[in-house]
């Protein structure tokens, strides 16, 4: 099946410290790639939509200077958490689709904690 | 209201049980249908797409009801390794964006 890897799994830094993303889509080409936030015991929520080559559309009430996303190829979209703060601590999980009738890929997920 | 509403559950079954659960979706022009799982602090992963005359994979029975608006799962044979949050997933309308449902967590007890 679909594999889409995401990088690094696991990331605590200081409050203040941009962090970056990486999702990377392993085994075919992703057209478009999402990216999502899920706090404790709460649904995924997505925050952009990134289509290769294009500026990333924000979803209400995301700060698009706050969460950078880069899909410069079409198997790598990037996230980059600028000046992190405590309350940007979050389980950040991307996904990547193919063609528009394919069912969505999810990477294995950033846990981020921000101290 | 939620685009997309589950019971949160937890069901609580034994080995062998069937167990089944729904969800309500808000958005009448929805057009596409899944049932995805998580397990603790892992990512989703795709179980099943839902179609509108219901489909069955292995031991899981996936139902539409367009009318009203929910779709249902319903797990036979319950075994262990099921034990997981089951998220209902719909698209919004005609937009390829999904909306997830907070989950129904189920756990199959020996």
């Known amino acids: 099946g679909a594999v889409v890897s995401q990088h690094p799994s696991w990331v605590i830094c200081k409050s203040g410290t941009s962090v970056k993303i990486e999702c990377r889509s392993l085994?075919?080409?992703?057209?478009?790639m999402f990216w999502y936030r899920q706090f404790p015991k709460q649904s995924l929520m997505l925050m952009a939509t990134?289509?290769?080559?294009?500026?990333?559309?924000?979803e209400q009430g995301v700060e698009k200077d706050k969460f950078l996303i880069n899909h410069a190829s079409l198997t790598l979209s990037t996230l980059t958490v600028t000046s992190a703060h405590p309350e940007d601590s979050s389980f950040y999980i991307c996904s990547a689709r193919g063609f528009s009738n394919q069912p969505q890929h999810f990477g294995d997920g950033t846990r981020l904690s921000i101290l | 209201r939620k685009e997309v509403e589950q019971d949160p559950g937890p069901f609580n079954v034994p080995e062998g049980a069937t167990v089944a659960f729904n969800c309500t979706y808000s958005n009448s022009a929805s057009q596409s249908f899944f049932w995805y799982r998580q397990d603790c602090r892992k990512e989703p992963k795709l179980l099943m797409s839902v179609y509108s005359s219901g489909n069955e994979d292995g031991r899981f029975t996936a139902q539409l009801n367009r009318a009203s608006q929910y779709i249902s799962l319903l797990i036979r044979d319950s075994k262990l390794s099921d034990s997981a949050t089951y998220l209902c997933?719909?698209?919004?309308?005609?937009?390829?964006?999904?909306?997830f449902g907070a989950g129904t967590t189920v756990t199959v007890r020996a």
């Open positions: 990134s289509n290769e080559g294009s500026k990333a559309t924000y």
């Open positions: 085994d075919f080409q992703a057209t478009t």
């Open positions: 997933v719909v698209n919004r309308g005609n937009d390829y964006k999904l909306s």
